[in-house]
């Protein structure tokens, strides 16, 4: 089944003639930043790298879709179920999901939205610095046609300088809506 998914998965950005760029880490754990975030298609793009590069990762996904039948969908799709009223528990949470996993990547849009949103969502970072987990920095550039990995975000701990620092890597780069991608 794997080998039917990365053919599946790489036939789709041959068929819409898009390519990649850098190398998916060869870590256990890590957090999986990706901008630009302005379409659902967003989902599709990434669920499509996914397979062809094997990746499996986590999503965050609020707690009330996950009822008799898509819970379980969600769930073989990595969903992780959230409860929104409790933001700060979120962060716990997800580090203790890391804690226990041997194996975990956590895909996080920090624009939070598929609407234009320059003020970027930290929880990513907080859920690192509690998990102990690296960040690495992806994206998929419609206006280049390229997906991939940027690299690894090594935080310096002063969090307002680290996301002008994470937002400068994205500059540049455009979603499919490009009006709604805003870094600034």
């Not at 036939?11 to 990649?20: L, N, P, T, V, Y």
């Not at 987990?133 to 940027?150: E, N, Q, R």
Request: one cysteine or more.
């Amino acid at each position: 089944m794997a080998s039917f998914k990365k053919f599946i998965g790489k036939s789709f950005f041959k068929i819409i003639r898009w390519k990649f760029a850098g190398e998916v880490p060869e870590v256990p754990k890590y957090i999986c930043v990706l901008a630009p975030h302005t379409s659902i298609w967003d989902m599709v793009m990434g669920k499509m790298y996914n397979w062809a590069t094997g990746m499996e990762p986590k999503i965050m996904i609020k707690k009330e879709f996950f009822f008799f039948p898509m819970g379980w969908l969600l769930s073989r799709w990595g969903g992780i179920p959230i409860n929104r009223q409790y933001p700060g528990g979120i962060v716990k949470q997800i580090a203790e999901e890391f804690r226990t996993a041997d194996k975990m990547i956590l895909a996080i849009t920090p624009e939070g939205t598929r609407s234009p949103n320059p003020e970027w969502k930290t929880g990513f970072y907080r859920i690192a610095l509690e998990a102990k987990v690296p960040i690495y920095l992806t994206f998929s550039d419609f206006k280049t046609k390229t997906a991939g990995f940027l690299g690894e975000f090594v935080p310096s701990g002063d969090i307002d300088a680290d996301m002008k620092a994470i937002k400068e890597q994205y500059k540049g780069m455009e979603g499919l809506y490009k009006r709604k991608f805003v870094i600034e």
